[in-house]
């Protein structure tokens, strides 16, 4: 497992390379172009640039997360065909250049939801929470807004501000989408970029829906074990694999998530860790790495990571905002990098355990 660290750029992050580098242990980062709209042609100099940068301060692109998808391709317009051609052109483009991990997800409208972003703890430290309840009372269209109020003033991945600015037109173009179309609609998707990714070897691994179920009535597809093995099947290329994402999957306490990594061999591409704690059905706070501080096992998690034989990007996920540090919400220097040493040591008793 090589352990990486997401990095939102230069302009964007709080967080500075020089500073992710002396990290014990940590080798590699995650990044995208972050001012590149959904469905754009990447510039293959902004990827060469973004590249150099990441090397310069001794550290390695590992992947990309996100190259967003185009909602007329989730939805199957007459475009998609175009926005599918520039993702292929992108995806080449990647691939001559020596990266080959792809992050996405399918999820309509939104991207990960929460309702609070600075829950307070008893410590002190503040973490993001989700309560489904509080979520309902929240008009679709002013969930844009609220997040972003909500961010301190941050840019938030997935929540940038052009797709705010287009939510009533997203939400009519996803009137009579269901599950099924919207399946279908990826599947064709993936099956379409399938070749582009056999040439240049890149992995493209989808991010389990954030939390793991339909969101103000939109379908979402990529809940659990059942869904990810019928998309895994339907485009059985080794090509078309998953972000393994701990936190995500556990927003649905009943998924067994060793379990299901388990039966993912050879399909996982990358992996989100993280820990949750549970407090009712529909409300959870994403807890520190540490198992005990919330309703994880982390140990069970990388074990089964392990036994899959699972050699790809591993990243903490949304850290606590702790010591007063000022960032984006979730991730922070701080409490990524105590989640990075705990995952770390983790892996070191399990492989010196095996090895011995
Ligand atoms: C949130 C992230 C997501 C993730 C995308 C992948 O912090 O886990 O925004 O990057 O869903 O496309």
Redesign the pocket.
Known sequence: MKMSM?WFGEAQDTVKLWQIRQIPGLVGIISTLYDALPGQDWPEERIKALKHQVEEAGLKLLGI??V?VHDDIKVGAGSRDQYIENYIRTIEKLGRNDIHLV???F?PVF??VRSDLFKVREDGATVFYYDQAQIDQIVPEKMFEQMGKNSGGYLL??WEPERMANIKRLFELYQGIDETKLFDNLVYFLKAIMPVCDKYDVNMAI?ID?PAWSVFGLPRIVTGLDPIQKLLKAVDNPHNGV?L?SG?LSSKPDNDIPAIIRSLKGRVHFA?LRNTKHHAPGVFEEAAHYSKDGSLDMVEIIKALLDIGFDGPVRP??GRAIWGEQSLP??GLYDRALGVQYLLGIYDALTHHMEG
């Open positions: 997401r997360e996100s967003n992050c996405y997800n999820m991207d990960w991945p997935g991010h954030d972000t994402c995500s989100h996920d949304h979730g991730y």
